[in-house]
């Protein structure tokens, strides 16, 4: 009887503190991985890479940290919902002379050339994610495979963000 007693009194303590605190939107910080950051799981083909953000997608509660976690070659950056020119398309310049091991020219040849702008290397924007704000971590690489490198976003609104790697187009939302 004082086993059923101590757990009714524990349940209505639970039952209690989530109406009290339950409703209330908590700030939480949460860790995306960005790419491998490990052994792939047993059974993955030898061949796959686990080029992704790593949860996909969470929701966002005003007053978040997410840390981007990468030991890979990544950017993480929010477009504020604008295209962002990754690439130059240099006018007039085109790709010529490049041949292959048999000296015959490669099949891009003529074709107009593409280039990394360098606004892609380097980190732009603040660390707080405002709709509408760019903002990117620029290039983040570990120099050791076992200490990945961070970058750490503020979210004061709720709601669902799309960032993105610049450098392989991974989606995170």
Not at 7 to 31: C, H, K, R, Y
Not at 76 to 102: H, M, Q, R
Not at 120 to 132: D, H, M, N, Q, W
Request: hydrophobic share 40%.
């Amino acid at each position: 009887m004082v086993k059923i007693g101590l757990a009714l009194a524990a349940l209505g303590v639970l039952i209690t503190s989530q109406l009290a605190f339950g409703g209330t939107d908590q700030t939480a910080s949460w860790t995306v991985l960005v790419g491998e950051q490990k052994k792939a799981p047993a059974g993955t083909p030898k061949q796959t890479f686990l080029n992704q953000f790593f949860p996909g997608q969470l929701t966002i509660n005003a007053g978040d940290k997410v840390t981007f976690s990468s030991v890979g070659f990544h950017t993480d950056s929010y477009t504020g919902g604008k295209p962002f020119p990754f690439l130059l398309l240099p006018k007039g310049k085109v790709y010529e002379g490049i041949l292959d091991s048999a000296g015959q020219p490669f099949f891009f040849g003529g074709e107009q050339k593409f280039e990394y702008g360098l606004g892609l290397f380097v980190p732009a924007g603040p660390k707080t994610i405002s709709r509408g704000r760019f903002a990117s971590s620029g290039v983040i690489v570990a120099q050791n495979p076992k200490k990945p490198v961070t970058a750490t976003y503020t979210f004061p609104q709720a709601g669902k963000f799309k960032m993105v790697c610049l450098i392989t187009l991974r989606i995170w939302r």
